[in-house]
C-alpha cells in the first residue's frame, strides 16, 4: 500500500496527558501524525484522528516540520510557570517509523531537548531505527531521566504478520 506522506505545520507539539498516561507523565509528544507501521491491534485506529480519515490506518503520515520549534516555545513557557515536564514519546504513533530516517524530527527534537531538557523523557517505539540517535541519547542522559521502551509482540515471523502485516523497518 502506498503511503501518504505530507509536511505540515503544527500549533503545539506538547499535550498534556490524560488516562491511561496519567501515571508520572506530564505531557505526550508525537513528532508525526498517523503511523505506517500499521498494526492491526493499534487503537488510534478508533481515535477520532483516524476515524475522519477517508484512507486507512497505516497508509498516510502528517511530518510535523516544526515540531522542534514548538517544543522549545512550549519548554520555555512552562519552565517559566515552574511547571514539570515528564514527557511520553509517542502516545498516538511511532518517533521512529520509516520516515523518521529522512525527516529527522525525532531526531531534531531530541537535539533540542539536548539544550533545553525534559525532567524526564520515556521513548515507545518498535523500531531499531532509535539506535541511530544513541550518540544524542546517551548525551541527554546525563542531563534528565531517559527510558528506550521497545515493543517486541513475538519472535516468529509467522505471528507477526497477522498482528503487523506491514513490515517496513
Ligand atoms: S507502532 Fe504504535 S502507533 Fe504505530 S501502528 Fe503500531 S501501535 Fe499504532
Same mark, same amino acid.
Given at each position: 500500500?502506498?503511503?501518504?506522506?505530507?509536511?505540515?505545520?503544527?500549533?503545539?507539539?506538547?499535550s498534556?496527558?490524560?488516562?491511561?498516561?496519567?501515571?508520572? =507523565?506530564?505531557?505526550?509528544?508525537?513528532?508525526?501524525?498517523?503511523?505506517?507501521?500499521?498494526?492491526?491491534?493499534?487503537?488510534v485506529?478508533?481515535?477520532?484522528i483516524?476515524?475522519?480519515?477517508?484512507i486507512?490506518w497505516?497508509?498516510?503520515?502528517?511530518?510535523?516540520?516544526?515540531?522542534?520549534e514548538?517544543?522549545?516555545?512550549? $519548554?520555555?513557557?512552562?519552565?517559566?510557570?515552574?511547571?514539570?515536564?515528564?514527557? =511520553?514519546m509517542s502516545?498516538?504513533?511511532?518517533?521512529?517509523?520509516?520516515?523518521?530516517q529522512?525527516a529527522?524530527?525525532t531526531?531534531?527534537?531530541?537535539?533540542?531537548?539536548?539544550?533545553?531538557?525534559?525532567?524526564?523523557?520515556?521513548?515507545?517505539?518498535?523500531?531499531?531505527?532509535?539506535?541511530?540517535?544513541?550518540d544524542i541519547?546517551?548525551?541527554?542522559k546525563?542531563?534528565?531521566?531517559?527510558? $528506550?521502551?521497545?515493543?517486541?509482540?513475538?519472535?516468529?515471523?509467522? $505471528?507477526?504478520?497477522? =498482528?503487523?502485516p506491514?513490515l517496513?523497518?
Amino acid at each position: 500500500m502506498p503511503i501518504e506522506i505530507k509536511d505540515i505545520v503544527s500549533k503545539k507539539i506538547l499535550s498534556e496527558v490524560k488516562g491511561y498516561l496519567d501515571i508520572g =507523565f506530564t505531557h505526550s509528544l508525537n513528532p508525526y501524525t498517523g503511523c505506517a507501521f500499521a498494526c492491526e491491534y493499534c487503537y488510534v485506529r478508533e481515535m477520532p484522528i483516524q476515524k475522519f480519515k477517508d484512507i486507512p490506518w497505516g497508509s498516510w503520515v502528517d511530518v510535523k516540520k516544526n515540531a522542534a520549534e514548538n517544543y522549545l516555545k512550549e $519548554v520555555s513557557l512552562l519552565r517559566r510557570k515552574n511547571k514539570p515536564i515528564s514527557i =511520553f514519546m509517542s502516545s498516538a504513533t511511532d518517533p521512529y517509523q520509516p520516515v523518521e530516517q529522512r525527516a529527522s524530527i525525532t531526531r531534531s527534537l531530541l537535539e533540542e531537548m539536548d539544550k533545553n531538557p525534559p525532567d524526564s523523557l520515556q521513548i515507545q517505539t518498535r523500531s531499531p531505527l532509535v539506535a541511530r540517535d544513541l550518540d544524542i541519547l546517551l548525551k541527554l542522559k546525563e542531563k534528565c531521566r531517559i527510558m $528506550v521502551s521497545m515493543t517486541i509482540e513475538t519472535d516468529r515471523e509467522d $505471528v507477526k504478520r497477522i =498482528f503487523r502485516p506491514m513490515l517496513l523497518e
